[in-house]
């Protein structure tokens, strides 16, 4: 109002048509920015009420503007405020599941939703699991499947857009390929999807806002702010299932190097006083299935046995540690090697028709007392007696390897034991090494070798034999083993 009321009576009706009127001193005049109000000038005639209209209506109008600019500038200060919040949540800690019931909070209360929930895709893609929720127990919600034709948030998830529902305007019926429409109220889905750089992001999860407040729709600021939010969230979920891998990996690699070690342990040559012996096994990989084992019998005998487990890695490394075990056991209480090989195939029979998998395994017993040495050979084609002169005598396979089909178990076979002679067992690993040419390293290149150190201990042809496969070949790609057992 321009100038004071005159007196204390109530201001006069005013009349319907809506134009300038007199009372008593003053004259009314309606303002036109403000529908129904008025503006009451006192002690001014007609003409000079009008000019001071115009004048009123552009202070009201900025005032207004003023209002509706501190409106959205409050607005955008509790966006702001929300991201910064769900920032710094996320950076605080690492509990995912707890920091997702603080932002499903935050960003119900900033939008003013009853309801929300957050679900997220797990490692085997197949479902939505609920982690949070707002207004709403999600401790009792099942897994929702990602191909459910008639769920909203599903199609989300499949569309990677996102989907708002306004129950004010009766035609606005949320689209999928099922036969029941969302009508409830106002919902607001939108998918959470990984950064990429190259456009190509994954969906990692859905965030579901219903019910709101007040005006019951949710506008495009509200879908703007929680798209924002949900590609904070969509970040910071790639970086923990990273996190995540990466703390997995480190863990298998403890448990590799940890099954390694072990592995090297059963693998240690065991200390023969008196005895010209040496063996070394190299895994391709952190654990392997090659292995060989010495054991010492009664009347001053002793029991070598090597194998090849037919696969690589863990699975291998699993079957060799029962076979290193078995031979353990049995070695002292069979009466023959072919006895031998009975038993170890009765105690891992079963293991390796479940893995698939087949052994060909050499087991000797040398009798230095007899001058004898007596084998039974289940497909190992590596297993040779290196005499000081003369040619290597092969150390025939008697039968296909442990654990193919119904193959029979190896006759016993003998062969002398003289002075200077050595037992020579190897794997494939070794003959098979392939240079960058494609060529084997072979076996006769090997048992050259051995002959050429002839004069020389045990111990240290092993180690130039791992030398020469070494400088020869490419990588290992294969397990490499090498025992020799001097007369």
């Known amino acids: 109002m321009a100038g004071e009321a005159p ?24 303002v036109g920015t403000v529908a129904g109000h008025w503006a009451e000038i006192a002690n001014a005639d007609q003409a000079e009420a009008e000019r001071l209209v115009p004048l009123i209506d552009g202070v009201l109008a900025g005032e207004g503007d003023t209002l509706r600019l501190g409106r959205e500038l409050a607005g955008l200060y509790e966006e702001i405020e929300l991201l910064y ?41 197949g479902a939505l699991h609920p982690v949070a929720g707002w207004g709403v127990e999600v401790d009792a919600f099942g897994p929702l499947a990602v191909d459910d034709t008639q769920s909203i948030a599903a199609q989300v998830f499949r569309s990677r857009q996102s989907v708002a529902y306004d129950p004010s305007n009766p035609g606005d019926i949320v689209p999928h390929g099922g036969d029941r429409p969302y009508r409830g109220a106002a919902f607001l889905s939108v998918p959470i999807l990984s950064p990429a750089p190259d456009g190509d992001r994954r969906p990692l999860g859905v965030i579901n806002l219903t019910d709101r407040k007040g005006a019951d729709a949710f506008g495009v600021n509200e879908r703007r702010l929680v798209e924002a939010v ?79 487990v037919s696969s690589h890695g863990y699975p291998a490394a699993l079957i060799m540690a029962l076979v290193l075990s078995a031979a353990g056991i049995h070695a002292d209480d069979a009466a023959s090697p072919d006895e031998t090989l009975r038993r170890l195939l009765e105690s891992i029979g079963d293991d390796l028709h ?50 193919l089909g119904g193959a029979a178990i190896p006759e016993t076979v003998e062969e002398p034991w003289l002075p200077g002679d050595r037992l020579v067992l190897f794997t494939d690993g070794i003959s098979e090494a392939s240079n960058p040419e494609g060529q084997p390293y072979t076996e006769g290149r090997l048992l050259d070798l051995i002959r050429r150190h002839a004069n020389r201990p045990a111990r240290d042809i092993v180690e130039a034999a791992f030398l020469a496969v070494g400088a020869w070949a490419l990588p290992r790609t294969d397990d490499r083993t090498l025992l020799i057992l001097g007369a």
């Open 354 to 403: 479940e893995t698939e998998m087949y052994l060909p395994v050499c087991y000797v017993v040398v009798d230095p007392a007899r001058r004898v040495l007596r084998y039974a050979n289940a497909g190992h084609p590596h297993a040779f007696r290196v005499p000081r002169q003369g040619e290597p005598v092969r150390l025939a396979a008697g039968s296909p390897p442990l654990g």
């Open 7 to 30: 007196d204390e009576r109530p201001p006069p009706e005013p009349p319907p048509e809506r134009r300038p009127f007199r009372s008593g001193a003053s004259w009314f005049v309606p």
């Open 85 to 125: 919040s769900i920032s710094e949540t996320l950076s605080r800690t690492l509990d995912w599941k707890q920091a997702a019931k603080t932002i499903v909070r935050e960003v119900c209360t900033v939008v003013g939703a009853r309801r929300g929930t957050l679900l997220e895709v797990r490692a085997e893609g």
């Open 230 to 308: 949900a590609q904070q969230i969509g970040a910071i979920m790639e970086n923990a299932r990273l996190l995540e891998g990466d703390r997995e990996q480190q863990r298998l690699r403890r448990e590799l190097e940890l099954a390694h070690d072990l592995q090297l342990r059963l693998l240690k040559p065991p200390a023969l006083p008196n005895v010209d012996f040496d063996a070394r096994c190299e895994p391709a990989a952190d654990v392997g299935g090659d292995f060989f084992h010495v054991s010492r019998l009664s009347g001053g005998r002793l029991g070598v046995m090597l194998g090849d």
